[in-house]
C-alpha cells in the first residue's frame, strides 16, 4: 500500500513484560529495535517508559516521523486513544488512560493506536497475503479482486481482526472479537479456552497425565515430533482439539463476512498438526429439517500454504455461458470459495506494517 513511501511512522510492540519501539519506512524497519521494561502494574512508570521509548526512536532518526501508530492490548476506545478496562497485562490503565492524546501533546505528532489483531488483518491485507492473491490472479489474466480478510492470532489468546471492502473495521465500540464466541467442543466455555497457548498445555496434560508445570506448546511440538520424550499421541491430539474450534470460529467468521483468512502467532510453528482438524470442520456438513445434508459453510474452502489448493483457488470453475436470446456469451465462475494461509510476513511484522501503513492511510486522508 505505501511500499515506497518515504515517510517515517514510528512504532511500538506493546507487551506486559517489555515494550519494543521502532521505525518503518516504506513498510520496513529503519532502525534496532528499542527494548525498555513495561512496568505495566505502575501508570507513571509505564508512561515514563513509552516517552523514552519515543524519545530515543526519534534522536536516531534522520527526520522526524509523521505519526506514531501502534498496537495496544484493549479493552480500549481505541478511535480515541483511550486505553481501559480489564487488562490483563497493564493492570494500571483499568480505570482509563487517554494514552493517544498524552502521546500527541508530548510529541506534537498525530497519533494512532489500534487492537494487535486488527493491524496484523491490515498488514497482511495491504502488504501480505491479499496482494499476493491478487497479483497471482492479474499475473494469471483474471479480473477478480478480493477485499475482504480476515486475520487470526494464535497464541496467548485468540486475536481477530477484519478488512471489509480494503478497510479496516473496528466496529461500533472497538469491539471486533472472536475470543467470547463458543467453543464448539465445550459449548459451555468461550472459544479461546480451546485456542490458545492455556489450551494446548491443558489438553496435553488431560490426555498423557503429565504434571509438568513447566510445559509449553514448542515442548509440545517437539514431543509431537519425535524429538523430545513424552506422549507423541497426547501431543498431537492436543493440537488436533485445538484446530477444530479454531475451524468452528473460522466457520462462522468467514462465513459471515465472504473474506479470505490468515493465520499468524506462535502456535502456527504447529499447523501441520492444527490444519487437518481445522479443515475438516470448515469442510463439514450439516442437516435441515428437511433432511437435506448440505455443507457448513457455502465457500469451498482451500489451503492456500499447499501449491496445488493454491492453483484450484485461483483458477476457480470459470466456463462460457450464453445470454438467453442472444448470440453472445459471458465468462462465469460459480465457485464461492475462500483460502487459509499462514502469515508469511509473522505477526509481529505484518503488525508493524499494518500500523504503518493506517497511520498514512488516516492522514492521507485527512488531506
Do not use: W
Request: aromatic share 10%; hydrophobic share 40%; charged share 20%.
Amino acid at each position: 500500500m505505501y511500499r515506497f513511501d518515504n515517510r517515517i511512522v514510528a512504532t511500538l510492540d506493546a507487551g506486559g513484560t517489555n515494550l519494543v519501539f521502532g521505525a518503518m519506512r516504506g513498510c520496513e524497519y529503519i532502525i534496532e529495535p528499542i527494548t525498555l521494561p513495561s512496568r505495566a502494574n505502575n501508570l507513571e512508570l509505564c508512561l515514563r517508559s513509552i516517552v523514552e521509548g519515543f524519545t530515543k526512536v526519534f534522536s536516531i532518526l534522520d527526520e522526524k516521523p509523521v505519526a506514531i501508530s501502534f498496537a495496544f492490548p484493549g479493552p480500549a476506545d481505541y478511535a480515541r486513544g483511550i486505553i481501559g478496562g480489564y487488562l490483563l497485562n497493564f493492570p494500571a490503565f483499568r480505570d482509563g488512560v487517554a494514552l493517544g492524546p498524552f502521546l500527541e501533546e508530548k510529541f506534537g505528532l498525530p497519533v494512532f493506536i489500534n487492537n494487535d489483531g486488527d493491524l496484523f488483518a491490515f498488514g497482511e491485507a495491504t502488504g501480505g497475503i491479499l496482494p499476493k492473491i491478487n497479483k497471482r490472479i492479474a499475473d494469471l489474466g483474471g479480473d477478480k479482486v478480493y477485499k475482504n480478510l480476515l486475520g487470526f492470532t494464535f497464541g496467548t489468546g485468540l486475536g481477530i481482526g477484519q478488512v471489509i471492502n480494503g478497510q479496516l473495521n473496528l466496529g461500533n465500540n472497538s469491539c471486533v472479537e472472536a475470543c467470547f464466541l463458543r467453543n464448539v467442543s465445550d459449548p459451555e466455555y468461550i472459544a479461546e479456552d480451546g485456542v490458545s497457548i492455556r489450551a494446548v498445555i491443558r489438553e496435553y496434560k488431560n490426555i498423557s497425565g503429565s504434571q509438568d508445570e513447566n510445559l509449553s506448546p514448542y515442548d509440545i511440538f517437539l514431543i509431537a515430533e519425535g524429538r523430545k520424550e513424552g506422549n507423541s499421541y497426547a501431543a498431537t491430539e492436543s493440537f488436533a482439539r485445538f484446530g477444530k474450534i479454531a475451524g468452528d470460529v473460522f466457520a462462522t467468521a468467514a462465513s459471515l463476512t465472504d473474506s479470505i483468512i490468515v493465520v499468524g502467532g506462535g502456535v502456527t510453528g504447529a499447523m501441520k498438526y492444527i490444519k487437518a482438524a481445522l479443515l475438516a470442520e470448515m469442510r463439514a456438513t450439516i442437516q435441515t429439517m428437511a433432511g437435506d445434508t448440505i455443507p457448513r459453510m457455502l465457500l469451498r474452502v482451500f489451503d492456500l500454504d499447499d501449491e496445488s489448493d493454491f492453483g484450484r483457488f485461483l483458477t476457480g470453475d470459470s466456463r462460457e455461458i450464453n445470454i438467453p436470446e442472444s448470440h453472445r456469451t459471458l465468462v462465469y465462475d460459480p465457485m464461492k470459495r475462500t483460502g487459509i494461509a499462514t502469515s508469511e510476513l509473522g505477526a509481529s511484522k505484518a503488525i508493524s506494517i499494518g500500523a504503518y501503513n493506517y497511520a498514512l492511510s488516516q492522514i492521507d486522508n485527512m488531506n
